[in-house]
């Protein structure tokens, strides 16, 4: 069965910080792992990282994937209040487009 | 205007009643997923529809219907609410060239009491 965990569940940081998210998976027929940054209601995308992309990033937040180790990284510098939200890993399952997400890491960033 | 919308947003309802969450999309895209979120356990898929006559189950598709009325329009139906499928509900949509990438409504609070 394919499988994602997150860690930690939750974190609790102050303004400046930098944070480093986990995401740990087993799934068969690797294809891509997704991150998603959902506030206060729906999640909306920010990476995609990928056998030929094992790279991203974007502004103060970066991803990295290890094939190796099965895992990826989300990592944010300098954190802002704005950054608090659920940050969700999800990968498709198996060989299709369905995805399976992880139980999410909830950040809190306190001014 | 938002590209996918939810309708209603929050609902309260009795155990037994039969409800009905529908899901609009101005995207374009083809595929369209229904899932359910609950504190501790992430998002899981409940049914998912690459195009009008395509349904599929998810993980969690008991007690649980859905109709794809159009491309751009997906609704999901429980037929008797029962309290433990008191969750928040979302619609998301895809399309076939970023099959990967999905886009999320704003959500449905339904609670069964």
């Known amino acids: 069965e394919d499988k994602v965990v997150q860690s930690p569940l939750s974190l609790v940081v102050h303004e400046g910080d930098t944070v480093t998210l986990n995401c740990s998976y087993e799934?068969?027929?690797?294809?891509?792992l997704l991150w998603y940054k959902q506030e206060k209601k729906a999640p909306t995308f920010l990476f995609m990282l990928?056998?030929?992309?094992i790279e991203k990033k974007s502004g103060r937040l970066s991803s990295i994937l290890d094939k190796k180790e099965l895992s990826s990284i989300l990592n944010i510098t300098a954190t802002q209040t704005g950054d608090s939200a659920i940050y969700l890993c999800?990968?498709?399952?198996?060989?299709?487009?369905?995805?399976?997400f992880g139980k999410g890491t909830k950040l809190t960033v306190n001014p | 205007d938002a590209d996918v919308t939810q309708t209603p947003r929050n609902r309260i309802t009795k155990t037994g009643k039969r409800i009905m969450l529908e899901c609009s999309q101005t995207k374009g895209h083809d595929r369209m997923y229904w899932y359910r979120q609950d504190p501790g356990l992430g998002l899981r898929l409940i049914y998912y529809s690459f195009d009008v006559k395509d349904i599929n189950k998810g993980e969690i598709s008991d007690g649980y219907s859905v109709s794809r009325q159009a491309q751009a329009k997906f609704s999901l139906s429980l037929e008797s609410a029962i309290p433990n499928q008191t969750a928040l509900y979302f619609c998301a949509t895809g399309t076939s060239g970023s099959v990967y990438e999905q886009f999320f409504g704003p959500g449905t609070r339904l609670t069964v009491l």
């Open positions: 799934v068969t027929n690797f294809r891509s």
């Open positions: 990928t056998s030929s992309g």
């Open positions: 999800a990968l498709p399952q198996g060989g299709s487009e369905k995805l399976v």
